[in-house]
Every structure is written in C-alpha cells, then in structure tokens.
C-alpha cells in the first residue's frame, strides 16, 4: 500500500473533464510538502506533468491544472484526448519516510 | 538534453545482489546542482523511491530497504550504481534512474527503466 492514496482508475469521455485525488497525512502532504503529478504513458517511464501542485513544465498542455488543499491534492484533466489515457502517479516528500509516491491511478478514455 | 540510462543484468538469483549502473549524458553528476536517485516500479504497481546520491557522494535511502541498499557515484564515468544486496522475488521490478534539481523535491528527467527479474 502506497503512502499517497489515489483511486485506482478513473474515466471519461473525449472532451469531457476528469480529476484525479491524492491523499496524503500530515507527514507528507498536510506538513506543507508540495505534490507533483507524472504521467506514464504505457511501456514508458514517469514522465513530469505538475510541479509544486500547480506549475505546468515546458510543453505540458494547459488542460492539465493541479491543486492541493490541506492533506489532499488533486489533478484536473479538461477537454480530454484519447492521447491522455495513462497512468497518472502523484508525488510528495514525506519527514519521515521522504519521496514517496501513490499508487497510480489509470485513466481510460471512453 | 539530459539522458539517463540504466544497464545491469537482467536476471539476478535469490539471495545475490542485483546492480545496476546508471549513465548520464547531456549533463553531469558532478553538477552540484542535482541529486541522482533510484526508483522501482514492480509490475502493474506503484513507483517506490529507494534512495539517491549527490555529487560528493552523500546518499540518503529509503527507510524500509536501508539495510539492503548502496549507491555510488563514479564521475569519472559520469554514472551513478545501485546494489540491492540479498534480494528476492519482492525485489523483481523495472527499476529507474532519476534526476531531481537541489532546492526542488520533484523528479524532472528519468531513465527509460530496466527490467530485474529475480528468480532461480
């Protein structure tokens, strides 16, 4: 069981909006830890989608936001495409187990 | 364009220790402004930080594989290594290599992974 909780899969139509939770405890996330999203496309490695909860990086469409609130973070995905079904990861630091991750939510697009 | 690229074998027995080595391209791992770490993923499950090196050879590992894990840096090479030491079938996984920026606590350049099978 992973120290973040995400659901373990969500869906939607094409250009529908989805979101995506990650859960946390005051350890990780409810300390003050920011959380950053990855997204891993099938076959490949994490790849960078959210930094500090809301920062998109270079080339990172703005269909995707992020969020974060109290112990809990989430990932809005608008507008979606057939080519953001994957497997979306949330990350935080932890003070006492430091990086950890959730276990991964996968997204099917209808 | 940073690179990263993990390499060892494929297939490590039980009880031995698996290594890996990870090389850096597009940039360096005596850069002090980053930090080299290990990740695994087993199949169809989530990712678990293992640990990571800095330049100057200070590392920091993941509590619940402490007792099992080493990671060096050669910058010679411009790599970095894992060991696992006596590993079992749990520790069957891709496993990548990653880069994480000093002051930042996110990971912004990985390896493509590889995959150790642990088994007899």
């Known amino acids: 069981q992973s120290v973040l909780t995400q659901p373990p899969s969500v869906s939607g139509a094409p250009g529908q909006r989805v979101t995506i939770s990650c859960t946390g405890s005051s350890s990780n996330i409810g300390a003050g830890y920011d959380v950053h999203w990855y997204q891993q496309l099938p076959g490949t490695a994490p790849k960078l989608l959210m930094y500090a909860n809301s920062n998109r990086p270079s080339g990172v469409p703005d269909r995707f936001s992020g969020s974060k609130s109290g112990t809990s973070a989430s990932l809005a995905i608008t507008g979606l495409q057939a080519e953001d079904e994957a497997d979306y990861y949330c990350q935080s630091y932890d003070s006492s187990l430091s990086w950890v991750f959730g276990g991964g939510t996968k997204l099917t697009v209808l | 364009q940073v690179q990263l690229q993990e390499s060892g074998p494929g297939l490590v027995k039980p009880s031995q220790t698996l290594s890996l080595t990870c090389t850096v391209s597009g940039g360096s791992v005596s850069s002090g402004s980053y930090y080299w770490s290990w990740i695994r993923q087993p199949a169809g499950k989530g990712l678990e930080w293992i640990g990571r090196?800095?330049?100057?050879?200070?590392?920091n590992y993941n509590p619940s594989l402490k007792s099992r894990v080493t990671i060096s840096v050669d910058t010679s090479k411009n790599q970095f290594s894992l060991k696992l030491s006596s590993v079992t079938a749990a520790d069957t996984a891709v496993y990548y290599c990653a880069r994480r920026l000093g002051g930042t606590y996110f990971f912004d350049y990985w390896g493509q992974g590889t995959l150790v099978t642990v088994s007899s």
């Open positions: 090196i800095y330049s100057s050879g200070s590392t």
